[in-house]
């Protein structure tokens, strides 16, 4: 310690003040543990895949019927998301319009303004808009793009 005369006024100084005068003090971060960043990084995931169960809305579909063959088999369970943009040639879920409880998967041939053609890939077994017609776009579930069930034919839907 030494002393400093202040305008006339004497006081007391630390040797690290002298040194240090005309420096910012250094401030120390608190830096967050291994288990903080763990459960944020936990957290982050679990708002994602809430958020994104909400928005996608996934459904799961089970394939009855040969319509579709080759692509699916019966017993074939399907994932099932919303899509914004269907194209030609996209495999969808769709409500029956002569039995709205029922679920069609089938593959679109064309979308028109406001509606969409569907064929199933196995012609002699299909009923598709050969018999009812073209569907409004908003009887579609959504489109398949996945296959999870059995394990031997699990895999994206094309």
Known sequence: MQSELDGGRAHITHRSEIVNRGRRPRRRVARPSAT??????????????VASAVVVRPRRVVVEGRSMEPTLAPGDR????????LHAQ????VRDPSDPKRVLVKRISAVLED????????PGASTDSRSFGPVPASAVLGK????????WRAGPVR
């Open 36 to 49: 903080a960043v763990g459960l944020g990084a936990a957290v982050t995931v679990a708002l994602g895949l």
């Open 78 to 85: 399907l994932v099932v998301v919303r899509a914004r943009g």
């Open 90 to 93: 996209d495999v969808v879920a």
């Open 115 to 122: 509606e969409i053609v569907l064929r199933g890939d196995n």
């Open 144 to 151: 398949v793009i996945r296959c999870y069930a059995p394990s």
